[in-house]
Structures are given as C-alpha cells and as structure tokens.
C-alpha cells in the first residue's frame, strides 16, 4: 500500500485544518488506518486510530479536538484537526496496519506516508 498525506500548513493557534490521507496500490478496507506525528527533535508520536469497522482510538492529548474518518470507496483517511495549539506543531504521517487490534505503537504499522507538515503558530 502506497500512502500519501497532504494538507498540510500554516494556521493560527484555535484554527481548523483537515489533513488527508490516500491510499494506492490495495484498498484500506481491511486495514487499520492511523495518524502520528514528529515534532523537531522528538521522538513520533500516536495521534489517532481507526479500525475497518470505524473504531478509534485517540491519543489524550488530541481528544475532543482531532477526529479521525475513512472513505474506504476512495480509498483515503482525512484527520480533521480543530482548537489547534503551538504544541501540535509537527509533520504528520498516515500508517496502515494489517493486524487485528488498533495499536499506538509505530512498530505495529507496516506502511507509512511520506509525511506532512503542520505549523501553529501562537
């Protein structure tokens, strides 16, 4: 599966920005989609999750605030990011995983995306 993020930019602190995620080469249908991220001179770090049945899993620092959805017809996943704050700043990466349960752990996801990059400004 060949993934690639795009959306990326510059927005204000308290802002909206809506990341996608598209998929080639196999459909998503059965796999497990997720977003992380990577801050300068951070280690990657769990954003959300979502299973094939729409199940999600959201880190607790971007719960209420980051939603995750899929359009398995169109083969993408899109984060939709609100209240944003300096902190979220970083590039962020979809991933997808073949296994069964949902999991925050990067090891766990077999393909990666190139990765966008998101800045908040305060």
């Known amino acids: 599966v060949q993934l690639q993020a795009s959306g990326g930019g510059l927005v204000q602190a308290g802002h909206s920005l809506r990341l996608s995620c598209a998929a080639a080469?196999?459909?998503?249908?059965?796999?497990?989609m997720a977003w992380f991220r990577q801050a300068p001179g951070k280690e990657r770090e769990f954003v959300v999750a979502i299973n094939w049945r729409g199940t999600t899993y959201h880190a607790d620092y971007v719960k209420g605030r980051f939603t995750i959805s899929r359009d398995d017809a169109k083969n993408t996943v899109t984060l939709h990011m609100n209240n944003l704050k300096p902190e979220d700043t970083a590039i962020y990466y979809c991933?997808?995983?073949?296994?069964?349960?949902?999991?925050?752990?990067?090891?766990?996801?077999?393909?990666w995306g190139q990765g966008t990059l998101v800045t908040v400004s305060s």
């Open positions: 991933a997808a995983d073949g296994g069964y349960r949902l999991s925050h752990v990067p090891g766990s996801y077999d393909y």
């Open positions: 080469g196999r459909t998503i249908k059965k796999y497990n």
